[in-house]
């Protein structure tokens, strides 16, 4: 159908967004280098729309609107036997791990990734810091971790926890 409204997922490019976010600098970073030959979605709407209007059919394009306030992954990586669902964050927290099963949950929902159902499904947290109270919690739900630390992360820190200097130092 002409009407049929079509989700077209593209890397985040080079710009503002990548430079301001570490953890999406950090998520670019490490899937060139782990996984440079797979497809990869980025900040991918998972599930079906759960917004609805009661009583009036919804045309796709005003569906695919609506999808916009979907959960999001950081990236949907497809390789020939995975799916991975990946969640960056600079630094591994508890709460990344209910996120995480979150959108996993989803996948078994999003129209366009029942193609790859069949594929073992992979939920893995990316962090540049490791915090072993959340790396147990995941592993214990069996959420893989990988560590990723690239050489800037340290500039990151400094930058972000430094402590200020007080108004009244002199």
């Not at 985040?12 to 998520?27: D, M």
């Not at 695919?64 to 959960?71: I, P």
Request: charged fraction near 15%; charge should be neutral.
């Amino acid at each position: 159908m002409a009407d049929d409204a079509t989700i077209t997922p593209t890397p985040i490019p080079l710009g503002a967004r990548r430079r301001i976010q570490a953890s999406t600098n950090l998520l670019h970073e490490w899937l060139q280098i782990a996984h440079p030959s797979a497809t990869v979605y980025y900040e991918y709407r998972l599930g079906p729309t759960p917004l609805s209007v009661p009583g009036y059919p919804l045309t796709p394009a005003t569906e695919a609107m609506l999808r916009r306030s979907n959960l999001y992954a950081d990236a949907i990586v497809i390789e020939p036997a995975r799916l991975t669902i990946v969640e960056a964050k600079v630094i591994g927290t508890p709460s990344a791990i209910s996120q995480l099963r979150a959108y996993a949950n989803l996948v078994l929902g999003t129209p366009e990734l029942r193609q790859y159902l069949g594929r073992q499904m992979v939920e893995l947290h990316l962090w540049a810091i490791d915090s072993e109270l959340a790396h147990q919690m995941a592993t214990a739900q069996g959420q893989a971790v990988q560590i990723f630390t690239p050489p800037w992360i340290e500039e990151y820190i400094q930058k972000k926890w430094s402590p200020k200097p007080s108004a009244d130092a002199s």
